[in-house]
C-alpha cells in the first residue's frame, strides 16, 4: 500500500471485521472542537490494505455514556441514509476496543477544501462550487439539515471532487430525537439568527438552536465566496476581534459584522453578477433566502458569471425540495 492511496464506497462494499482496522501513529492527524480524526488501514475480505481515517469523539470523566452513545448512533444513522457523489462516504461504526465504537470513511490526501486549493492554484473552482451545492442540495431534497457547513468540513478526492462530511450536528428535518448534537456550528460561517444566542449563552448550552435549511443557505453563501477567493474568510479577523462588541447593539449590528461585504471582495476577485447572487442567500430573513432549487437554477450557475463555456446539468426540479 503506498501512502495517500484512497479507497471509495464500492471498494468497501464487502465484508469486513473491526479487527481489520488498525491505528496508524499514536496521534490523531486532526482535531475538531468534539472529535479527534485518526489514520488508520483498513484490510478488505481480500486482503488489500486501504487507508481510512476514523472519528473518535472527545470524551472526559464528566462524559454521559449514554447520551454520548446515543449522540454517536444519531451521527452514524443520518450519515448512513445519504449516499451520494458529493457527500463523503461513510463505511461503518466499528467498536475497536475503545470506551466507545468509532465512525470509518475514506481517507482523502488532499485534505479538506480550503487545503486543496492553497496547494492547487490551477483548480477548476467552478466544479468545486457544483459539487458543493450539488451535495447540499442532495442532503436537503432528504431531509438533512447540516448544520456545520464550512471549508474544514468538505474534503476533495483524489480525482478533484467535492465531498461533504461531519454530521456530527447535522438533523434530520421533521423526525424528532435526530438532531445529533445541541451545537449549532461555526460562528463565523454561522447565520445571525443562531449567533447571537450561542455566542451570548454558549454553544452546548440547552435549549440550543436549531439549525434550518436557510441557515445552511447562509453558510453555503460564505463557502462559495470562499472556494472562489481563498479560505479562511476575510471576515473571520474582524468575528474574532469584534464579535462581543457587536452582541451589545441590535441585530443589525450581528448581520453587519457576519455578512461579507463588497469592500472585502471587490469587482476583480468577484463579478457583480456573482455576487449579486450570493447576496440573496445572506438575507436578514431568513425565509427570503433561496433554496438550493433556486440557487442551482440561478445566474449563480450560469456560464456567463462563472466565465465557463459549460452548462451545469441541474437535478429536476421536482427532486430538490426545501
Given at each position: 500500500?503506498?501512502?495517500?492511496?484512497?479507497?471509495?464506497?464500492?471498494?468497501?462494499?464487502?465484508?469486513?471485521?473491526?479487527?481489520?482496522?488498525?491505528?496508524?501513529?499514536?496521534?490523531?492527524?486532526?482535531?475538531?472542537?468534539?472529535?479527534?480524526?485518526?489514520?488508520?488501514?483498513?484490510?478488505?475480505?481480500?486482503r488489500s490494505?486501504?487507508?481510512?481515517?476514523?472519528?473518535?469523539?472527545?470524551v472526559s470523566?464528566?462524559?454521559?455514556?449514554?447520551?454520548?452513545?446515543?449522540?454517536?448512533?444519531?451521527?452514524?444513522?443520518?450519515?448512513?441514509r445519504i449516499?451520494?457523489?458529493?457527500?463523503?462516504?461513510?463505511?461503518?461504526?466499528?467498536?475497536?476496543?475503545?470506551?466507545?465504537?468509532?465512525?470509518?470513511?475514506?481517507?482523502?490526501?488532499?485534505?479538506?477544501?480550503?487545503?486543496?486549493?492553497?496547494?492547487?492554484?490551477?483548480?477548476?473552482?467552478?466544479?468545486?462550487?457544483?459539487?458543493?451545492?450539488?451535495?447540499?442540495?442532495?442532503?436537503?431534497?432528504?431531509?438533512?439539515?447540516?448544520?456545520?457547513?464550512?471549508?474544514?468540513?468538505?474534503?476533495?478526492?483524489?480525482?478533484?471532487?467535492?465531498?461533504?462530511?461531519?454530521?456530527?450536528?447535522?438533523?434530520?428535518?421533521?423526525?424528532?430525537?435526530?438532531?445529533?448534537?445541541?451545537?449549532?456550528?461555526?460562528?463565523?460561517?454561522?447565520?445571525?439568527?443562531?449567533?447571537?444566542?450561542?455566542?451570548?449563552?454558549?454553544?452546548?448550552?440547552?435549549?440550543?438552536?436549531?439549525?434550518?435549511?436557510?441557515?445552511?443557505?447562509?453558510?453555503?453563501?460564505?463557502?462559495?465566496?470562499?472556494?472562489?477567493?481563498?479560505?479562511?474568510?476575510?471576515?473571520?479577523?474582524?468575528?474574532?476581534?469584534?464579535?462581543?462588541?457587536?452582541?451589545?447593539?441590535?441585530?443589525?449590528?450581528?448581520?453587519?459584522?457576519?455578512?461579507?461585504?463588497?469592500?472585502?471582495?471587490?469587482?476583480?476577485?468577484?463579478?457583480?453578477?456573482?455576487?449579486?447572487?450570493?447576496?440573496?442567500?445572506?438575507?436578514?430573513?431568513?425565509?427570503?433566502?433561496?433554496?438550493?432549487?433556486?440557487?442551482?437554477?440561478?445566474?449563480?450557475?450560469?456560464?456567463?458569471?462563472?466565465?465557463?463555456?459549460?452548462?451545469?446539468?441541474?437535478?429536476?426540479?421536482?427532486?430538490?425540495?426545501?
Amino acid at each position: 500500500m503506498e501512502d495517500g492511496t484512497e479507497v471509495t464506497f464500492t471498494d468497501c462494499a464487502g465484508p469486513f471485521h473491526p479487527e481489520s482496522l488498525v491505528q496508524i501513529g499514536r496521534w490523531g492527524i486532526c482535531e475538531g472542537g468534539n472529535s479527534i480524526i485518526y489514520l488508520a488501514k483498513l484490510v478488505l475480505s481480500d486482503r488489500s490494505p486501504v487507508l481510512v481515517v476514523f472519528k473518535a469523539l472527545k470524551v472526559s470523566p464528566e462524559t454521559d455514556p449514554v447520551k454520548y452513545s446515543q449522540r454517536l448512533d444519531r451521527e452514524a444513522r443520518v450519515w448512513h441514509r445519504i449516499k451520494h457523489r458529493n457527500i463523503l462516504p461513510f463505511f461503518g461504526q466499528f467498536d475497536i476496543g475503545r470506551s466507545f465504537p468509532v465512525l470509518i470513511s475514506p481517507y482523502y490526501k488532499f485534505g479538506h477544501i480550503g487545503e486543496y486549493l492553497r496547494q492547487h492554484s490551477g483548480a477548476d473552482k467552478r466544479k468545486l462550487l457544483h459539487d458543493v451545492a450539488f451535495g447540499l442540495a442532495f442532503l436537503h431534497d432528504a431531509g438533512v439539515v447540516h448544520g456545520d457547513l464550512k471549508a474544514e468540513n468538505i474534503l476533495v478526492d483524489k480525482d478533484g471532487v467535492a465531498c461533504i462530511g461531519d454530521f456530527g450536528i447535522s438533523r434530520i428535518h421533521g423526525v424528532s430525537g435526530f438532531t445529533t448534537s445541541h451545537r449549532a456550528g461555526t460562528l463565523v460561517y454561522m447565520a445571525p439568527e443562531l449567533w447571537a444566542y450561542v455566542t451570548r449563552h454558549g454553544k452546548d448550552q440547552s435549549p440550543a438552536p436549531r439549525a434550518t435549511f436557510e441557515s445552511d443557505i447562509w453558510t453555503f453563501g460564505l463557502v462559495a465566496v470562499g472556494i472562489w477567493t481563498g479560505f479562511p474568510l476575510k471576515t473571520a479577523k474582524r468575528v474574532e476581534q469584534q464579535g462581543r462588541t457587536a452582541l451589545m447593539g441590535s441585530r443589525a449590528d450581528v448581520e453587519d459584522l457576519l455578512r461579507p461585504t463588497r469592500q472585502q471582495y471587490g469587482s476583480d476577485a468577484v463579478s457583480d453578477a456573482m455576487w449579486g447572487e450570493l447576496e440573496k442567500c445572506w438575507q436578514s430573513n431568513p425565509d427570503s433566502r433561496p433554496t438550493m432549487t433556486a440557487l442551482l437554477l440561478s445566474r449563480l450557475f450560469n456560464k456567463t458569471v462563472v466565465d465557463e463555456a459549460d452548462e451545469v446539468v441541474l437535478y429536476p426540479r421536482r427532486s430538490v425540495r426545501r
